[in-house]
T-cell receptor
Framework: NAGVTQTPKFRILKIGQSMTLQCAQD?????MYWYRQDPGMGLKLIYY???????DKGEVPNGYNVSRSTTEDFPLRLELAAPSQTSVYFC?????????????????FGPGTRLLVL | GQQVMQIPQYQHVQEGEDFTTYCNSS?????IQWYKQRPGGHPVFLIQ?????EVKKQKRLTFQFGEAKKNSSLHITATQTTDVGTYFC???????????FGDGTTLTVKP
């Protein structure tokens, strides 16, 4: 299994340009997430999806859009890039489920996409 | 909404010293997960705790889940330079349907 893959690894955008960050997983996970991580900071949830056709906003969704047409893919779209969107973007997937004692979750992260908006 | 607070934000230790990071949730959790992110890398899952009062060990790492399932800790005994990185906790509240990450504790180890 490749796990969670992300493309591109690095991208420079000009202000106002648009791009799509790709994310794919081959573990048949229902849950997928997009996070951004600014230098020296923690993970901020942008959007997440609990299954194909279902998406929901995280804590910092403004300026981004997502779609989930298949279980495997969860692309993140930036329509009008701004310098504030300079960050490292991580995609993750998980299979939440009921274990013996409680609900359980393990998130698997992709290697990240480093985005610089100038 | 659910909040997960993690302290300290940074910890600098001499190699061989112990290290502890603490995680506190504003709500009762179904489970708590711990992740490690090496500098320049991505978060990698370390362990998951699901039972009240649970304690798990991985070599020099000891993970605890509080009795009320609202707090957790990660303790590293005799740190090594390979322990450097940022340690994140993440709490799953099934009412929220997703885990909430703490801001992480960044550990540096002086050889």
């Amino acid at each position: 299994n490749a796990g969670v893959t992300q493309t591109p690894k690095f991208r420079i955008l000009k202000i106002g340009q648009s791009m799509t960050l790709q994310c794919a997983q081959d573990m048949n996970h229902n849950y997928m997430y997009w996070y951004r991580q600014d230098p020296g900071m923690g993970l901020k949830l942008i959007y997440y999806s609990v299954g194909a056709g279902i998406t929901d906003k995280g804590e910092v969704p403004n300026g981004y859009n997502v779609s989930r047409s298949t279980t495997e893919d969860f692309p993140l779209r930036l329509e009008l890039a701004a310098p504030s969107q300079t960050s490292v973007y991580f995609c993750a997937s998980s299979s939440q489920g009921r274990g013996a004692h409680s609900f359980e979750e393990t998130q698997y992260f992709g290697p990240g996409t480093r985005l610089l908006v100038l | 909404g659910q909040q997960v607070m993690q302290i300290p934000q940074y910890q600098h230790v001499q190699e061989g010293e112990d290290f502890t990071t603490y995680c506190n949730s504003s709500t009762t959790l179904s489970n708590i997960q711990w992740y490690k992110q090496r500098p320049g890398g991505h978060p990698v899952f370390l362990i998951q705790l699901v039972k009240s009062g649970e304690v798990k060990k991985q070599k020099r790492l000891t993970f605890q889940f509080g009795e009320a399932k609202k707090n957790s800790s990660l303790h590293i005994t005799a740190t090594q330079t390979t322990d450097v990185g940022t340690y994140f906790c993440a709490g799953l509240n099934t009412n929220a349907g997703k885990s909430t990450f703490g801001d992480g504790t960044t550990l540096t180890v002086k050889p």
